[in-house]
């Protein structure tokens, strides 16, 4: 399926039972996530009629009495998203289930009416369900709205409960919802589903608003209000004869194109403009692959909307805003230093020596073709300072951002003047090391550079020892915790030879 969907731009999701006790007999957890593009965790129904006791329907943690028990302690919302997390799932495959509806009990005496406590059935049958032990939220709302019920909140499992005389109802409620959602976040879930809208009070006959529990969903994910759906009213007109309306079959070209992914304070929103519907189709008609949205490959600022299969509609190719590219990954308009393709560019320092047409200087450089450009090669002397910087050339490197201000401009220390025998003396021992990362770090910070290149082409060989393997890495350590929190980046460079 997976196979074919990807041929068709289709995604392909599951509904899985959620307790971990399912995985050993159904569920090949690490495979399953190979393939589908959604988790649908069916977190609820973890305790109803069937117990003989009652107990909370979709309840956020354990009860007390629940934890040293290795069957029980499955049956709460945390339990089951663990034990899919923990069998393999990737977190931004889960989503976490949700009820609109309630479970309910008859109370086998109405002396005891907490969790836990003997029950006959299931309760009594709403007037829209028909199903005894199950309630819709509506049906729920309206049995608090008629009186009789006295609500209860159990601040271990971190859901209500209501009774009223032998009848026991465990339910969700704004605030339930509310810290279930903070769990999905803290957890970096893919997202919560609700189940399901049929069983809201999507009228708003209780007073909570309409469709209380997907509207307390949607403000909890998002942190706004759902726009209206009301219909428009529009004023009858009184003619009796209309000029027909003309229809194309022609889909209209958006300006808005996809849903943003999640921004970053230094993304630039993504704003698109048409070509017009006029443009002429070049030769080599390109076919698209699959649906979405594709790269034009002539063009990184350009895009075009594709159906598998079908020809790429000249007339819906977009255009990004000018500096800006587009990003297949997030189907957006971004920085080019922010779209998932990079382009390296190195400049040799010593080219500025060459004679005739061969001398090219940083003046020369064009920074409109890289996303990251990187100065080559510092060295370190033999008491760990770097060699040969020139300020005035460190100045000209990033005032070509003038051009490209999304370019990252990085120095290289290393390369093949630099031999393995000497960075093997230089980082074997502590102090010369951490002295090493010292002049690296200030050459980086004091010049406003954005990042750093280390170019040890040859650790352990050529004059290195064998512990050179480990102490590469415990460099790049003491290298990264620096550069990290000031925002710089560490790259590397290797050879093949």
Known sequence: MRTRFDKEGLLLTIAVAATSDYHRSAYNVPEINKYV??????????????????????????????????????????????????????????????????????LASTSSTGVGVRTIGGGNAGPYTFESGTLSYLEICERFKAGGYTKYWDDVQKVPYAVNGNQWISYDDVTSIELKIAYAKNKKLGGVMLWSLESDDDRNLCGGGLYTIGTTVYNAVFGSSPPPTSPTTVKPTTTTTTKPVTTTTTKPVTTTTAKPAATTSTQKPAVTTTTPATTTTPSGTLICPSSGFKRDPTNCGAFYQ?????????????????????????????WSFLVSYKVFCFYLGSAKYRVGN?????????????????????????????????????KQLLALKASNPWMKVLVSVGGPTLSSKTMSGLVKNITQRRLVVKNLIALIVNNALDGLDIAWFYPVLLGGEPGDRDLFVQLLLELNVQLRPAGKLLTISTTST
């Open 306 to 334: 594709c159906y598998p299969g079908q020809p790429v509609n000249y007339a819906w190719r977009l255009l990004c805003q000018s500096g800006l590219y587009f990003d297949e990954a997030s189907s957006t308009c971004n």
């Open 37 to 106: 593009d959604f988790v649908n965790l069916m977190s609820y129904d973890l305790h109803a009629s069937w117990d003989g006791q009652t107990g909370h329907n979709a309840p956020l943690y354990p009860a007390s009495w629940e934890v040293s028990s290795s069957y029980l302690s499955q049956l709460n919302v945390d339990a089951c998203v663990r034990g899919w997390l923990d069998s393999g799932l990737d977190p931004n495959k889960l989503i976490m289930g949700i009820p609109a509806y309630g479970h309910t009990f008859t």
């Open 358 to 394: 061969g001398r090219v200087t940083i003046g020369d450089l064009n920074p409109t073709l890289c996303t990251h450009l990187v100065y080559q090669h510092y060295t370190l002397s033999l008491a760990g300072a770097v060699q040969d910087v020139d300020t005035n050339e460190l």
